[in-house]
């Protein structure tokens, strides 16, 4: 929209948007910020990132997934061990998390407690919306054992954190900023027998709101190792027992090696996938055929997978997705739309979380999470989008998108309270 408005009232709800010249009257607040020529966009939302791994990103492990899983991270995960580095790690994390306008993440936790809590803490201090858990692991590698629990203990942790930190900040789901979410690291870092019982868990909660987010089939030899480990001919299958953990709050990361039967079965429980190209690109995973899994009607959105993916910015992700598309084979290559692109980054993710009556667009109604955007703050881009005309909303869009960097970002605000200093 060329000039448009948009109203946020005294609950930090979105009033108005629209063109400014039909800003009624009754809703002109007192306080008319002018932001002329920057942008106003929805806030990023962010359906896949390790907030233990904070201070990881560009690591070198000498080789894909695994290697870099046991070489980097799992010694960097078990340095939150030391609830002073915890909390370091936390606040930094929320911190970048302003500077780069997600205003929604989906948290992929420590598997220590006192982590998540100063998660949790820092993002309600912060005033941003999270929805994580511990990362749960009972089985692993050497490197992987500081991480890793009994079976009990994972299950009875879990079950604290969800009655410490679910809905926490209003006690009502409906309303709250923070959400709690049953996260087992993936298909190799639990037996069949802790899925099971996560399971029945996750059946138990599941009607409160909480999340179920994990990994899945991001890597060739991963498959393998899961399909062999837990005797299953889909990878999916280890998440979808007789106590089922897909659903509508359920997001799995990557997907770049499915089945049409895993897409099917997550098209028809509502489950979403979190797409992170940047980090396949990084770890040389593959890529996730969008055209094959959007026509299945898997909802898709944006993860950024720090620290596997080494940008936070999710227009640098919706940057990498675009190419990534536009490069693959033959018939499957395809030229993202830029609305479609913007969908990943913001409404897709909203869905995703099941949020989308909340947030994820500048609705009237919605809860008014939003960053402002001044290209005059990047070299070039100013004179970019001047070439366009500025009533081609595609093109203008599209530039902005692949092409805003952090700088442009300038204000940010989650349910109307500028988070941004
Ligand atoms: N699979 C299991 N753990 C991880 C992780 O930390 N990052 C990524 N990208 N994949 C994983
Ligand atoms: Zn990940």
């Known amino acids: 929209m060329p000039d448009g408005a948009l ?3 005294g609950a930090g709800r979105v009033a108005y948007s629209g063109a400014y010249a ?28 390790h907030f233990p791994q904070t201070f990881c990103t560009d690591s070198f492990g000498g080789g894909q997934l695994l290697d870099w899983l046991q070489r980097c991270i799992f010694p960097a995960e078990a340095k939150l061990a030391d609830p002073a580095h915890a909390r370091r790690v936390a606040a930094a994390f929320c911190r970048r998390r302003i500077e780069v306008g997600t205003t929604t993440a989906l948290v992929f936790g420590s598997a220590f407690p006192h982590a998540q809590d100063a998660l949790f803490e820092e993002s309600l201090r912060a005033g941003l919306r999270t929805v994580s858990g511990r990362g749960i692991q009972t089985v692993g590698p050497d490197a992987a ?116 039967h895993e897409l099917s079965r997550m098209a028809e429980t509502g489950t979403s996938i979190a797409h992170c190209p940047t980090s396949q690109l990084f770890l040389g995973s593959g890529t996730m055929p969008w055209r094959r899994v959007t026509a299945r009607g898997v909802n898709v959105a944006l993860g950024s997978d720090v620290a596997a993916g080494d940008e936070w910015l999710i227009p640098r992700v919706a940057n990498d997705c675009f190419k990534v598309h536009m490069s693959e084979p033959a018939h499957a290559a395809c030229s993202i739309p830029p609305a479609e692109l913007l969908f990943a980054a913001t409404l897709a993710g909203a869905r995703a979380l099941d949020l989308e009556s909340r947030i994820g667009n500048l609705d009237a109604g919605k809860e008014a999470d939003f960053i402002v955007v001044d290209p005059q703050r990047q070299s070039l881009l100013p004179e970019r989008l001047a070439q366009i005309d500025a009533d081609d909303a595609e093109r203008v869009l599209f530039t902005l998108l692949m092409g805003m960097r952090e700088p442009s970002i300038v204000e940010v605000y989650v349910r109307g309270r500028r988070l941004t200093s």
């Open 22 to 49: 039909q800003l009624p009257r009754d809703t002109a607040p007192a306080d008319i910020v002018d932001h002329r020529p920057g942008f106003l966009l929805p806030g990023f939302v962010d359906t896949h990132i």
């Open 145 to 260: 054992a500081p991480l890793l629990t009994d079976e009990g203990t994972a299950i009875t942790l879990t079950q604290q954190e969800i009655q410490r930190w679910h809905a926490a900040d209003t006690g009502d789901p409906a309303t709250a900023l923070l959400h709690a979410a049953v996260v087992p690291r993936f298909a190799l870092s639990v037996t069949s027998t802790t899925l099971h019982a996560l399971g029945e868990l996750y059946g138990s909660v599941r009607d409160t709101g909480v999340y179920f987010h994990s990994h899945l089939s991001e890597n060739l030899s991963e498959v393998a190792a899961v399909r062999e480990s837990h005797g299953v001919e889909h990878y999916l299958d280890t998440y979808d027992g007789p106590h089922s953990l897909l659903g509508r709050r359920s997001i799995l990361a990557h997907a770049v090696h499915c089945t049409d």
């Open 7 to 9: 109203a946020v009232d």
